[in-house]
């Protein structure tokens, strides 16, 4: 399928899980893939099988909360690319503990990637949709930005900021045919989930209805869907990707 023939999509965060997973599923649907991300080795991991699809693939290193790179390195990769027509802000960190023993280390790391991050690349990128007058952004998000986690009010609050912050940048750059939308993954198999005892999977499977934990895949399914023209008249929705754990 060639959803995105001739297009160039950016995906931060993209060396592994979720990232990965739609670095992959947009190069396999004929997009060319700039891969952003610090972790070098399992960057060239992702490279190498975008490389299988038979698409452009480059790799950047990016630290998304600088201001000074990203607003650096966007205008780079549209001056090579000719385009940038897709963006994924899919880079996240946690650093999860009850608040009253939460750093103020950990709070500031986790809005500074999950949040900043995701002002500081689709600040980076505007003007270069806006000089196209087309573009399609998609952020993830997470459940627990809609229903909060106890140990997990930065996340909570970091992932519920790019909810609003996609609202809003939805409702500035609609003129320009320019659609930003967001995802909000619940459980999805990683290495940490594959980590959790019987007991804890068990009682994590018990809130979910289709009593399964979702894959990477699912999310970059619909991650793609959003980024195509299909959802042409679509922007400023989140899409919960929960297993109906959230309706």
């Known amino acids: 399928m060639t959803l995105f023939e001739g297009k160039t999509a950016v995906i931060t965060g993209a060396a592994r899980g979720i990232g990965q997973a739609i670095a992959i599923d ?57 385009s940038i027509d897709i963006l994924i802000n899919n880079a996240g960190i946690t650093r999860d503990g009850l608040l009253m023993r939460m750093s103020e280390a950990d709070w500031d790391a986790v809005l500074a990637v999950n949040l900043k991050g995701t002002f500081n690349c689709t600040k980076a990128v505007t003007r270069t949709m806006m000089k196209q007058r087309s573009g399609a952004i998609v952020n993830i998000a997470s459940i627990i930005g809609l229903m909060g986690n106890a140990g997990q009010a930065n996340y909570g609050a970091s992932k519920a900021g790019v909810i609003a912050f996609t609202k809003s940048v939805a409702k500035e750059l609609a003129s320009r045919n320019i659609r930003v939308n967001a995802v909000a993954p ?27 934990f979702g894959e990477p895949k699912d999310v970059a399914n619909v991650v793609s869907f959003l980024a195509s023209d299909l959802a042409g008249y679509i922007t400023g929705e989140v899409v919960n990707i929960s297993g109906g754990m959230v309706m």
Do not use: Y
């Not at 619940?186 to 009593?211: H, Q």
């Open 186 to 212: 619940g459980f999805i198999s990683s290495k940490m989930t594959d980590a959790l005892s019987e007991e804890v999977r068990n009682s994590m499977l018990d809130a979910i209805p289709l009593k399964r």
């Open 26 to 82: 947009l190069a396999e649907k004929g997009a060319n893939i700039v891969l952003c991300d610090l972790q070098e080795e399992w960057l060239q991991e992702t490279a190498e099988a975008v490389k299988k699809t038979g698409r452009k693939v480059s790799c950047r290193e990016l630290d998304v909360t600088s201001h000074e790179a990203t607003q650096k390195l966007f205008p780079e990769i549209a001056a090579e690319s000719k």
